[in-house]
Structure formats: structure tokens, C-alpha cells
């Protein structure tokens, strides 16, 4: 098998929730675990943004940090309250890593997260 189809089934089937996003977190790639954990299919979900995942009692803070970090060419790792499609509240674990270009501008996001709640 050439290994890049190996690299594309490896981030499809890891066991954690991966998106890829543009610079405005319009999501553009989920993988299996992502559609597991969150409910969405990628036909649901596709061309929309992050933010709709948000259960909207995340501390607007919490975004302002996020995003100043990521901007910043950082990488971003909190929790915030999610909502799963059936509207399920969830606690997840996110790291938001960007993706920078040859001139090291940011391109994309990549955000990684696992549902905590049972830690809880
Ligand atoms: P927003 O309108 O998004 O704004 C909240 C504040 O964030 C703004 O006041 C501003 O300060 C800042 N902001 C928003 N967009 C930008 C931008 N493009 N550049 C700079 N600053 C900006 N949110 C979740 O709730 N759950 C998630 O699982 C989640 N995953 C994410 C994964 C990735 C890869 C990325 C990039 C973002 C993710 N977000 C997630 C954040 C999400 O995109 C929203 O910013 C957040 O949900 C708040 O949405 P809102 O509509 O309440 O506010």
C-alpha cells in the first residue's frame, strides 16, 4: 500500500476526534471518531463552523484565549462544553494545533478532542 494512503486511513480510523478547519473554523475534514463522538455526519457538518458544536455556556473568555493563542501560531489545549447532534451536553478535551504554509503563515487548524465527561 503507498504510504500515503496509509496516512489518510491512519487519521481516519485513529480513536480521536479530528477536524481540519480553515482560518475562521469553517470545517472542511472529520474523521470516523469525530462523527462518533459529536453525533454529525460529514454531510451534516461539512462547510459549517466549530462553533457549532458549542453548548453556549463556555465562557467567552475561554474563546478569546483560544483564539489569541492560535493566531499566534500556538498551540491551544481546554475544555470546553460541547453539544452533541442529539443536544446532549459533553465535556471535550480539545487541542487546536495551526497549520502553517511554507512563509509560516497559518493555512488551516487542526483540532484534536475526546469526550471527558466520565472523568467528571
Ligand atoms: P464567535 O463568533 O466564534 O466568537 C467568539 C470570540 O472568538 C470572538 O469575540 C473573537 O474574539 C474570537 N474569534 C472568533 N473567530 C475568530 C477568528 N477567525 N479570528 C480571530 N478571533 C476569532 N468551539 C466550541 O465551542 N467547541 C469546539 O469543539 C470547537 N472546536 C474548534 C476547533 C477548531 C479547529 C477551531 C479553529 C475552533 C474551534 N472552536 C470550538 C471555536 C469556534 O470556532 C468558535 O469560536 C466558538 O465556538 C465560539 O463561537 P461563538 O459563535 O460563540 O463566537
Not at 26 to 45: A, M
Not at 60 to 83: F, P, Q
Amino acid at each position: 500500500k503507498m504510504l500515503y494512503s496509509l496516512f489518510a486511513e491512519t487519521v481516519e480510523q485513529v480513536p480521536i476526534a479530528i477536524s481540519i478547519t480553515d482560518k475562521k473554523a469553517k470545517i472542511l475534514y472529520v474523521n470516523e471518531e469525530f462523527c462518533r463522538v459529536t453525533g454529525y455526519r460529514p454531510e451534516d457538518i461539512l462547510g459549517e463552523n466549530e462553533s457549532l458544536l458549542s453548548d453556549k455556556h463556555t465562557p467567552k473568555e475561554v474563546y478569546h484565549d483560544l483564539w489569541r493563542t492560535i493566531s499566534a501560531k500556538k498551540i491551544w489545549r481546554g475544555t470546553l462544553c460541547n453539544r452533541h447532534k442529539s443536544g446532549q451536553r459533553y465535556l471535550s478535551d480539545l487541542t487546536i494545533a495551526p497549520m502553517l504554509n511554507e512563509t509560516g503563515a497559518v493555512t488551516h487548524y487542526i483540532g484534536m478532542h475526546r469526550d471527558i465527561t466520565q472523568a467528571y
